[in-house]
């Protein structure tokens, strides 16, 4: 099977072309790719399909490095984008639409390694995230092993719990990270971000992504981050977030509006993956 390896600010993906026939991996053999020490090595894998949407010129699908689907990525859509650019089935400075799982979204490449996304509108009913919670609101007590955290929940296309910090270097966010992540109150698990706010205009961040972990960058996750603030009215509505892997830019004026997300995507080599023996088709 061949691949691209590609990554947004470090978040890293492994691309393959199935515009012929839709990519059909069992699990285990997605985790066997995505395995950092004998596989590939990737935090998802991205399949390039032909759209099912008609009024979309492309789908793409999203699995996590432990064989799960994902509704959507952030930085993988634009890794998609700038894989489609190099392929000769995306134009510079063309708004397009692509189909993630979760959705419809529209790109436009800047330049062949720069991509800004219209990522949709934030969603915060709890329902739709999905959240187990009486009535929206603007922050949620939510109980840990460490005790009581506050956070806020949205969905970016997949669910979010967005926790503010005055510290990213705190050890205790080691641990609270995977707790929330799998915290029964999002029944379908949950990316949790640790967000610092530097200024109205300027964020870090930290994301533990269901499915793969701790991450250089997550696309999404920096778009939860800001809305969730914006939402609260603590930034304005451009801004920066810094995250392990690079930097994003987020651009959200508000409820009613779509948030668009800018940032870089790489190619860092290419190859063939030969499937390991013994796997077969075990889920």
């Known amino acids: 099977m061949r691949f691209s390896k590609m990554h947004g600010i470090g978040n890293d993906f492994v691309v393959v072309d199935a515009r012929q026939a839709p990519l059909a991996l069992p699990a285990a053999q997605i985790r066997a790719l995505a395995d950092r020490h004998t596989g590939i090595g990737c935090d998802q894998l991205l399949s390039v399909e032909a759209p099912r949407d008609p009024t979309c010129a492309f789908y793409y699908g999203i699995w996590n490095a432990d064989g799960t689907a994902s509704g959507q990525c952030g930085n993988g859509v634009r890794c998609v984008a700038a894989w489609l650019h190099r392929a000769g089935a995306l134009a510079l400075d063309t708004p397009v639409r692509i189909e993630s799982p979760s959705g419809p979204v529209r790109v436009r490449l800047l330049d062949a390694h720069r991509v800004t996304v219209d990522m949709g509108e934030p969603v915060f009913e709890p329902p739709r995230i999905p959240f187990a919670a009486d009535t929206q609101a603007a922050s949620y007590p939510l109980d840990l092993a460490e005790g009581t955290v506050q956070i806020g929940a949205v969905s970016m296309g997949n669910p979010h719990a967005v926790v503010a910090v005055a510290d990213l270097a705190d050890p205790v966010l080691a641990r609270l990270g995977p707790q929330l992540t799998a915290h029964a109150r999002f029944p379908e698990g949950a990316n949790a971000g640790f967000v ?17 972990g701790w991450t250089r960058a997550c696309g999404t996750g920096a778009c939860a981050a800001m809305a969730v603030l914006r939402a609260r009215g603590q930034v304005d509505e451009s801004v920066q977030v810094d995250l392990p892997g690079g930097r994003l830019q987020i651009d959200w004026p508000g409820p009613g509006q779509t948030l668009w997300m800018s940032g870089p995507a790489a190619f ?16």
């Open 196 to 212: 610092q706010i530097l200024n109205r205009g300027h964020l870090r961040l930290r994301v533990h992504e269901r499915g793969s």
């Open 268 to 283: 860092a080599f290419e190859g063939e993956w030969l499937k390991p023996s013994g796997l077969g088709n075990r889920q």
